[in-house]
């Protein structure tokens, strides 16, 4: 089944401690990123990739680091998380940059306490 | 990036066609014009897209009009489980999305038994 993965789905942590939200794509996509949801703000995009070792900063990546060393994987990492990270993360992946269907996983609550 | 206007709010009968209208005045020529919805707690999925021409799919019928400055979501037998937030999106394949979409706050559809 065509899927994109994420793990963890919940996770509470505190201020300042490192994490990272692993994400995985099954279909051999090109592109891939990552999108944040806050109430009343919508989605918005943090990071993107368009093939391995290529990234680059979507809309709000103030806080956030990404890598792409392997094609499925697409890991979001938080380095000194604050309360303003606090958000539903969702990741995505697409064939390419044209007019393709793009595939979100499922999402991963955080809160930063 | 050009913007598109949803209600806020539908609502319809379960079993009954619902449309679903979105407007994008300032829409480009190489604006293509996608779909997506939102269940309660899942990410972002794929309905449908379309550039000029009428577009059907399993899930959904897409009216472009002539002009291409308005078109319509739309569901030919709704049900429960199409209560979701519809998201109406302009992607601009060729130019600098990178292939962000940009999300709106969309429009919540209810399905009344």
């Known amino acids: 089944e065509a899927q994109v993965t994420q793990n963890p789905r919940y996770l509470i942590t505190v201020t300042g401690k490192k994490l990272t939200v692993t994400c995985s794509q099954n279909?051999?996509?090109?592109?891939m990123s990552w999108y944040r949801q806050d109430p009343g703000l919508g989605l918005r995009q943090i990071y993107y990739?368009?093939?391995?070792?290529?990234?680059d900063k979507g809309d709000v990546p103030e806080g956030y680091k990404v890598s792409r060393k392997e094609k499925r994987n697409f890991p979001l990492i938080l380095e000194s998380p604050s309360p303003n990270q606090t958000s539903l993360y969702f990741c995505?992946?697409?064939?390419?940059?044209?007019?393709?269907?793009?595939?979100f996983g499922p999402g991963t609550r955080l809160t930063v306490t | 990036d050009a913007k598109t206007t949803q209600p806020n709010s539908m609502e319809s009968n379960e079993e009954e066609p619902v449309h679903l209208p979105c407007n994008h005045s300032?829409?480009?020529?190489?604006?293509?014009i996608h779909w997506y919805r939102q269940l309660p707690s899942q990410g972002p999925e794929y309905v449908i897209h379309?550039?000029?021409s009428n577009v059907n799919n399993r899930m959904a019928s897409l009216a472009i009009a002539e002009d291409r400055k308005s078109s319509t979501l739309i569901l030919h037998r709704a049900t429960l489980r199409d209560a979701a937030v519809y998201y109406c999106?302009?992607?601009?394949?060729?130019?600098?999305?990178?292939?962000?979409?940009?999300f709106g706050q969309g429009t919540i559809l209810t399905v009344h038994p």
């Open positions: 995505a992946s697409r064939p390419g940059t044209g007019p393709y269907e793009q595939y």
């Open positions: 279909m051999n996509h090109e592109y």
């Open positions: 990739s368009m093939n391995v070792e290529v990234t």
């Open positions: 300032t829409i480009s020529g190489t604006d293509y």
């Open positions: 379309g550039l000029t």
């Open positions: 999106i302009l992607y601009n394949a060729g130019g600098t999305s990178y292939g962000k979409l940009t």
